[in-house]
Nanobody
Framework: QVQLVESGGGSVREGGSLRLSCAAS????????MAWFRQVPGKEREGVAA???????LYADSVKGRFTLSQDAAGNVLNLQMNSLKPEDTAIYYCAAGRKIELPPLDTEAYYHWGQGTQVTVSS
């Protein structure tokens, strides 16, 4: 059974940095995307960034140049380095894996497996 466990959330001031990690167990995802999404209560979930085990990555326009993905060689851990954080980055961040192959990697319906979420709060 696949499990995704996020860690690394917290509270920072605007301009600060945080690093999120997602540890996957029960399966490795070296050939397909793992991704990060975020959601503000009352708003729709949105795709943040996604990466394959071979290093192909893509980012939402809102985080390009500020957020960077990395992954361990086994394809079991997906990290999201978040720099130059803004108050609008405040959200619950979710890790996702097990993509439905017909959907784009940042589509909110694209994954079978989700983590429990970790809170990121950026104050001005």
């Amino acid at each position: 059974q696949v499990q995704l466990v996020e860690s690394g959330g917290g509270s920072v001031r605007e301009g600060g940095s945080l690093r999120l990690s997602c540890a996957a167990s029960g399966h490795t995802y070296t050939s397909d995307y793992m991704a990060w999404f975020r959601q503000v209560p009352g708003k729709e979930r949105e795709g943040v960034a996604a990466m394959t085990g071979k290093g192909t990555s893509l980012y939402a326009d809102s985080v390009k140049g500020r957020f960077t993905l990395s992954q361990d060689a086994a394809g079991n851990v997906l990290n999201l380095q978040m720099n130059s954080l803004k108050p609008e980055d405040t959200a619950i961040y979710y890790c996702a894996a097990g993509r439905k192959i017909e959907l784009p990697p940042l589509d909110t319906e694209a994954y079978y497996h989700w983590g429990q979420g970790t809170q990121v709060t950026v104050s001005s």
